[in-house]
């Protein structure tokens, strides 16, 4: 079983940045692939974001390339995702998740966190 805390949302003007973490509970937690989604009001969730479980492959989906950059800490128990030069398109609930392999599918995650709003003004 893995726990999963966001942590980080908030409001922040275009142009600026955020950082959101993720921490889990659980001790198999370094064998698992972290990522990242995110939905707005009306929409379906959509994937950001993945990083496998030694951190030596990410994969950004491309509204977030050069602009977002997910790391991860086993020893801490924590993924981040550091947002910087933000849009208004950006505003939505963000998920961590973990799942047993590098996937962009949300169905294919197996653990999901309860979300942190995040809010770009224009």
């Known amino acids: 079983q893995v726990q999963l805390e966001e942590s980080g949302g908030g409001l922040v003007q275009a142009g600026g940045s955020l950082r959101l973490s993720c921490a889990a509970s659980?001790?198999?937690?370094?064998?698992?692939?972290m990522g990242w989604f995110r939905q707005a009001p009306g929409k379906e969730r959509e994937f950001v974001v993945f990083?496998?479980?030694?951190?030596?492959?990410?994969y950004n989906a491309d509204s977030v390339k050069g602009r977002f950059t997910i790391s991860r800490d086993n020893l801490k128990n924590t993924v981040y995702l550091q947002m910087s030069r933000l849009k208004p398109e950006d505003t939505a609930v963000y998920y961590c998740?973990?799942?047993?392999?590098?996937?962009?599918?949300?169905?294919?995650?197996?653990?999901w966190g309860q979300g942190t709003q995040v809010t770009v003004s224009s």
């Open positions: 659980g001790r198999t937690f370094s064998s698992y692939a």
């Open positions: 998740a973990a799942s047993k392999y590098t996937t962009t599918d949300p169905n294919n995650y197996d653990y």
């Open positions: 990083i496998s479980w030694n951190g030596d492959r990410t």
